[in-house]
């Protein structure tokens, strides 16, 4: 027979534990309730005591400016670095020439005084390493002639007096004379670069001579290397320096000695740009 007390106490500890578990439940439905009405709970903010910085406004991006115009590169010099004096450190004299070296400067003059006309191709390296081809005509004394090839409309004329630059690119004609290049001592009537120029180095390989002049009486800037075969003393290449130390190349082939072009060729017209 069931003791009653027993019974009765075991019912009235399952009915407390119910309870408790009642009202834990309600204590942990309250909190987010609270906070989802923004009741009684507050949160206190606590302000640094050196705030940071604010974070500085990023810089305006600026159109890039337009890039200037280039103007083109003559291959015998002049043009505006042909005129500007730039102060050079001074250079010790050069070294009285041996023998030998004296020989390939008699030899150099010898090519050019027996040459009256010279055409054929060239290959241009400009100073920022571009490159362009064409064709030129020389017909001593001082008349040059460089054709470029498509796209480029660019032309360059000596009447042996002047030396125009045509651009039709950019629809310019620019004039300089022809004094102001080296290139000068090689066009003259008399090629003489012993006694005009001042011989700078003479270099002989297996193969080839290297001449470096410049004009001894001072009325151009700049200098000329001339590269010749060695073995028939034909002209493979020069590499002139303006003003500002730029080097100008130009490689040059299928050469045709003696071979007249008409005389027009080397006229310069009143604007320049309208002679084909």
Sequence with gaps: MLDERKVLKSFKTTRWLKQCAIGALIGVAYVPL????????????????????????????????????????????????????????????????????AQVVTKVNDYFNKLTDLQGTFLQTDPDGKQRRGRFYFQRPGKVRFDYAAPSKLRIVSDGRNLAIEDRDMNTSEKYPLDVTPFKLLLSETVDLGADAKILGVEQGPDAYLLTVEDKSGESSGRIRLLFNKADMALKEWIITDAQGLDTRIEVSDLERDKKVAENYFIISPFGLDRD
């Design 34 to 101: 609270a906070l989802a009405q923004g009741g009684q709970t507050e949160v206190s903010k606590t302000t640094p005591s050196n705030p940071p910085p604010p974070a500085a406004p990023a810089p305006a991006i600026l159109a890039p400016a337009p890039a200037p115009a280039v103007k083109p590169v003559s291959p015998i010099g002049s043009g505006a670095n042909w005129q500007t004096n730039v102060a050079q450190p001074p250079q010790a004299a050069p070294a009285p020439l041996q023998e030998s070296d």
